[in-house]
């Protein structure tokens, strides 16, 4: 009985001090500190930036000599790329596709590197830069990727876009 008195009373101070706490603090709130609400500003610009880009995780690139696929912990990457062309409609290159195969964990795991054939492509524009985003990835001379397939695609400029990384 003792328990339930005091679980009340507690409970009553609670909703008083809720009710009036608001009137207390208006009370010693001057009109001076009072302030409008502030419209959120409009969208930002961004200037033009020269060039055609690409990403390697959330950091735009030009040429890159490689490119992180999985930013998080590196599983996945494409290293000594080498580029012939470069240019707004696609970049063409080669280089050497490497992947960590965690086994027995990704600690421990081994890496399985396969040259590849590189095309960077579809242009879009993210804040003032011209930037190629897909990467297609095919495995050379008839080999295949540690996946088991001769190729694949991969958007890498999605992680940058998602995170809005200013630079």
């Given at each position: 009985m003792?328990r339930?008195?005091?679980?009340v009373?507690?409970g009553?101070?609670?909703?008083?001090a809720?009710l009036v706490?608001?009137?207390?603090?208006?009370?010693?709130?001057?009109e001076?500190?009072?302030?409008?609400?502030?419209?959120?500003?409009p969208?930002?610009?961004y200037a033009?930036v020269e060039?055609?880009?690409?990403y390697?995780?959330?950091?735009?690139v030009?040429?890159?000599e490689q490119i992180?696929?999985?930013c998080?912990?590196g599983g996945?990457?494409?290293?000594d790329?080498k580029?012939?062309?470069w240019?707004?409609k696609e970049a063409?290159g080669s280089?050497i596709?490497?992947?960590?195969?965690?086994?027995?964990?990704?600690?421990?795991?081994k890496?399985?590197?396969?040259?590849?054939?590189?095309?960077l492509?579809?242009?879009?524009e993210y804040?003032g830069?011209?930037?190629?985003?897909n990467?297609?990835?095919?495995?050379?001379s008839?080999?295949?990727?540690p996946?088991?397939?001769?190729?694949?695609?991969w958007?890498?400029?999605e992680?940058a876009?998602?995170?809005n990384f200013?630079e």
């Open positions: 003792i339930s008195k005091a679980l009373g507690a009553a101070v609670f909703i008083v809720a706490s608001p009137l207390i603090s208006s009370a010693f709130t001057s001076s500190d009072k302030t409008e609400k502030v419209e959120p500003l969208t930002q610009s033009k060039g055609v880009w690409t390697d995780c959330e950091f735009p030009q040429r890159p992180m696929l999985t998080a912990d996945m990457i494409v290293i790329i580029w012939r062309t240019n707004s063409i280089g596709y490497s992947q960590n195969m965690c086994e027995p964990n990704c600690a421990e795991g890496r399985v590197e396969v040259p590849v054939r590189l095309r492509s579809e242009l879009f804040k830069r011209k930037v190629l985003k990467l297609d990835i095919k495995a050379v008839g080999r295949e990727l996946n088991g397939t001769a190729g694949f695609t958007d890498v400029a992680f876009v998602k995170m200013e």
